[in-house]
């Protein structure tokens, strides 16, 4: 079956991690005989990625939406998918072109569903998604939400909804190697701290201020003043994300944090949750509705409610936290990779052939 892509970009290095998750999905569905068409857009940055191919397929490349509209068109036509995903290059007028095709299928993904069903449950308008609604759509797939995904009917129209959460790349989400730089016992990565700044100060900052012969890493942008202050805290503003497998083995335990409007959504196994299970660590997460869905609390996960949660846990035995991370590990990489995800999209598009699932 062809299925055509929309959304995607060749890379940038502040994107990294999202291109390189979508090429591996991509990858793994051509691998299953299907025949994929990836529309991105060049990246200013395109030159220093590794290069890739699609077997079977082909990735149509430009830097004007106007010059590949015709080309993009014609593919989405004659596929049995044409999916865009949203918040990506030219998201709404590939979504329009979408929606206008002769696709057997045509389907919108929001990899950001919760901020986009917390601007619904406010009114707000999305400027990612359609300016008329989803009900052009014959499914709009999101990476998160539960039961609120339910939102995206009521207040944008669509027909169907079905979740699809974010995955891993088990090759390059592995172990990393300690860093002197980087020692730690408790680390935090997070790429826009003010918007995790609930669960910034009441899990990070008010242990490190209680627990003061500790360490503490924070990594990220946006970060608070009182972070920097705190002689504790040593904070990494311009930290490359490539280096989070080595940053985490560096630490005795990671501290994985909501966006407080994920938290508020529920349902929000973020890529920064995946990946640290994946990387091997020992991690303690704020509480959010469906946690236990993903991870099991206690045995593979420790889950903060209260600033005592969190201080407990820098206590416990090391051999301890380092089954809890090996025990996560392994169900991340049973349940939430590349490979895995194919799997669910298949069942949910009712793909054919390819292998077995």
Known sequence: ??????GLTTGTLADAGHTLRWRSL????????????????????????????IPGGERLIYTD?????????RHADDSGVALVVAHGPDARAAAALVQESKSARRVLYDPDAPSSLAALAAGEALAHLPVDGLGGFDLVLASGGGPALELFREKAGAVAVAPLYPWIVPEAHKPGTSQRRYLGDLCCVAPDAGAMREGLDRFFIDPAQRLTRRRFVL????????????????T??????????DLLASSTLTLALARDDERSVGWCPTSRLLEAAAYGSAIVSDRWEGLESFFEPGREILVAAQIDDVTTAMMLPRNHLADLGQRARKRVLAEHSAERRVQ??????????????
């Open 65 to 73: 939406w106007d010059a590949i509209a015709v080309e993009a068109a």
């Open 344 to 357: 669910e999209l298949r069942g949910i598009l009712d793909l054919q052939g390819g292998g077995d699932d």
């Open 236 to 245: 990494l503003p311009g930290f490359d994300p490539a280096e989070t497998g």
């Open 1 to 6: 079956m062809k299925i055509v892509i929309f």
């Open 26 to 53: 991509v990858q793994a569905l051509a691998l299953r005989g299907h025949r994929v068409i990836a529309v991105e857009r060049e990246g200013p940055d395109a030159a220093g990625n590794p290069a890739w191919s």
């Open 219 to 234: 990594a990220g942008g946006n970060l608070p003043d009182v972070a920097r202050a705190a002689p504790n805290v040593v």
